[in-house]
């Protein structure tokens, strides 16, 4: 009888891997979009971020399918609750991330020399924190295999530690550059200080998105 | 042709049928997950099954078929015309048959077992009145529908909860595998053979008492597992050892929170203790680093693996164990009645002291069989297919949980749904997460099937019972 095998549910953490995959096609297109910052080439940013629009679609399209089929009586070895507050941070990441491509693309960013550099360790920093994220949920895999304790967990943890880390030189980052634009010799113009403070908020929001994400994840491990 | 002997060849192949369809469908569940997990191919499955079904049915089948041959209703009721009870069996076992096979055909969960006392009792209670039921046997029997998925489901779900903590919790799994592996070993033989010699083996004419029973039972888990810790000290660890190298992980992730923790006071702190901290820092830093450089971390997922691997020997043991219970208990579903019927027409009564022939136990043994080899290995492969869930690890637990379930309620005479017990067992792992997902949709159906069973499986009984009449009626008496 096929009764046994009715029993197995499919699993929703390949879907969700899956999601986090078209999340990191979004950061993608974010990296290419910080790249040509310096050109000032606003036509083209302006491609690239209805690109990242179209992108971050997708993702959505991908999350409300999961949260579809994600039928109330499937029994995971996480709570549910988590399962869906992971899923939802991951779609936050994707919206701040087309929030950030579409400022961009409003207003030509009044890049100065001395700023450059720091918005470009910024933006990495900030990027670097959401890429530890997203291998610690390729990791869930093995999770799962070892239920969710013993080395697998260990790795998972220290991963998760890594990643707050991360997020710690972040907000460094982000206060220095801020500091650095208040006390210019020549404030910017009204328009261009809000284009900046946005940027560094949003910024900062996917490295804390991406810090809150492991943090959901640790939640899960079952360690002493 | 005589009558009697009518029926003694009518209730034989409709026995036959049914055994048939016992291992047309129900081998699967056995074997299925073996297949899944690649412990095992198609072909020896289906011998591992067949030997093992047909040793089950033989050597343990008796006690459950006896409660179906006698346990369910008074025959005394029906002595005043013996026709109506063996018309009534026949009918019994053809309905379930076909019952059996629309089910299996249109997907509906259902129980082999759930279905034949459904058609006993709803006959003998449509027919015989309800003082026809012995409902001081039947009631317990239902009781233990209920209990025996959670008992199965609480055993796997121990088992699974050590194999965590000593497995895949710990640093080194493999190393931990080995160790363990013996004890599992002896585990295994020690329930399988101490549930089995439990009552004594009445083919064997053996009593003993507990004390000997358990001796016995260690003398047999104690071989293998020798066997075992040989075979298992030859499987190789990985070899890049986290423990015995200085440059372990753990090491270099502690070293990174003291690097963290020495940055936290550098921002907090001024002057000649900034300054010291920061090039403590610095040193650490770079410390962790070479040492991250000197030594990759292990990878985890092999080591994952070879205990799999490790486990697809026990989950094939545990597998055959499935088989043998399921054999003891399933071949009572279509030898009990017809054994009452023989018994029937042979003294005119149901004998004080019940009595199974052999010969019968292994007539349904090889009605088991010829199911299995004729229909039930495409069911065993379409499983083998959906179940790949089922790794070694979690199958042996869930098969182990399952098998001691059914292989003590056959001990004890108890017919109960295989199905249903392993059901409860695998949830009991989902319990203890070791499960990606499970359909609890399932437990709706699986209730749903149940209240329907029953009674669905009676009322076929019940017209099959007028339509073997009528025809009886028609070739034999009328004339």
């Known amino acids: 009888m096929l009764t046994i095998a009715r029993l197995f549910g499919k699993s929703p953490f390949a879907p969700l891997q899956t999601h986090m995959k078209r999340v990191a096609n979004c950061i993608e297109k974010l990296t290419d979009i910080f790249d040509i910052l310096p050109k000032k080439d606003l036509e083209r940013i302006e491609k690239l971020a209805k690109d990242l629009s179209e992108l971050e679609h997708e993702a959505d399209l991908t999350k409300n399918d999961i949260r579809n089929h994600l039928p109330k009586n499937i029994f995971l070895p996480i709570d549910r609750s988590h399962f869906l507050d992971i899923l939802s941070i991951q779609d936050h990441i994707a919206d701040k991330a087309e929030e950030l491509g579409i400022l961009l693309s409003f207003k030509t960013l009044d890049l100065q020399e001395e700023l450059k550099d720091d918005l470009k360790e910024l933006y990495k920093k900030s990027a670097e924190t959401f890429w530890q994220a997203k291998k610690i949920i390729e990791e869930l895999d093995e999770l799962v295999e070892s239920s969710f304790g013993g080395i697998g967990a260990e790795k998972v943890k220290s991963m998760v530690e890594h990643t707050a880390y991360l997020e710690h030189e972040v907000s460094h980052t982000q206060r220095k550059l801020l500091k650095k634009i208040l006390s210019q010799n020549t404030p910017l113009s009204t328009t261009s200080f809000y284009l900046w403070e946005h940027l560094i908020r949003e910024l900062g929001a996917i490295a804390e998105l991406s810090e809150g994400l492991a943090n959901r994840i640790r939640m899960i491990l079952e360690l002493k | ?479």
């Open chain 2, 1 to 479: 042709m005589e009558l009697d002997s009518f029926f003694q060849i009518l209730i034989l192949v409709v026995g036959f049928y049914m055994a048939w369809n016992i291992g047309a469908n129900d081998v699967s569940n056995a074997m299925g997950t073996s297949v899944g997990s690649g412990a095992l191919t198609l072909k020896k499955a289906v011998f591992f099954a067949a030997v093992l079904e047909f040793s089950g049915a033989y050597f343990a089948g008796g006690s459950v078929s006896e409660t179906m041959q006698r346990g369910l209703l008074h025959t005394n009721v029906f002595l005043i015309d013996p026709t109506v009870f063996i018309l009534g069996m026949c009918a019994a076992l053809l309905a379930t048959g076909i019952w059996l096979q629309i089910a299996s055909y249109c997907g509906w969960p259902v129980s082999t077992t759930h279905a034949m006392v459904g058609s006993i009792v709803g006959f003998g209670l449509i027919i015989g009145g309800p003082e026809a039921v012995q409902w001081d046997r039947f009631l317990p029997i239902v009781l233990t529908w209920v209990a025996s998925p959670m008992i199965s489901g609480l055993i796997s779900y121990l088992m699974f909860i050590i194999l965590q903590k000593k497995i895949l919790y710990a640093l080194n799994p493999v190393e931990a595998t080995k160790k363990l592996y013996p004890f599992l070993v002896f585990t295994v033989f020690f329930v399988f053979s101490i549930s089995l010699l439990f009552n004594g083996l009445e083919n064997l004419n053996l009593n003993l008492s507990f004390f000997e029973l358990t001796l016995i039972a260690a003398f047999i888990g104690f071989i293998p597992a020798c066997v075992s810790y040989k075979l298992v000290k030859k499987v190789e660890t990985p070899s890049t050892y986290p423990h015995f190298s200085p440059s372990r992980p753990q090491n270099i992730i502690s070293l990174e929170k003291a690097a963290k923790h020495l940055e936290r006071v550098q921002s907090a702190s001024f002057k000649n203790i900034h300054d010291k901290v920061s090039t403590l820092a610095s040193e650490i830093h770079s410390l962790a680093q070479s040492m991250k450089k000197e030594i990759k971390p292990p990878e985890k997922a092999s080591e994952y693996k070879t205990v799999e691997k490790m486990f697809i020997y026990l989950q094939i043991f545990s597998a055959c164990f499935v088989a043998f219970a399921h054999g003891a208990n399933d071949v009572s579903n279509a030898i009990g009645p017809v054994a009452a019927v023989l018994d029937i027409i042979k003294n005119g009564a149901i004998s004080e002291i019940a009595v199974i022939p052999s010969w019968l136990l292994a007539f349904g043994g090889i009605g088991i069989v010829l199911g299995l080899a004729t229909w039930g290995w495409r069911v065993i492969e379409t499983i083998g297919k959906k179940i790949t869930e089922l790794t070694p690890t979690r199958g042996f637990c869930a098969e182990f949980g399952a098998a001691t379930t059914i292989l003590v309620a056959s001990k004890l005479g108890i017919p109960l749904s295989t199905t249903h017990c392993l059901v409860g067992a695998v949830l009991g792992i989902g319990l203890a997460r070791g499960m990606p997902a499970l359909n609890l949709g399932m437990l709706k159906e699986i209730i749903l099937s149940w209240v329907i069973t029953i009674p669905a499986s009676a009322i076929m009984s019940i017209l099959m019972y007028y339509l073997l009449k009528a025809f009886v009626f028609q070739f034999f008496i009328a004339h």
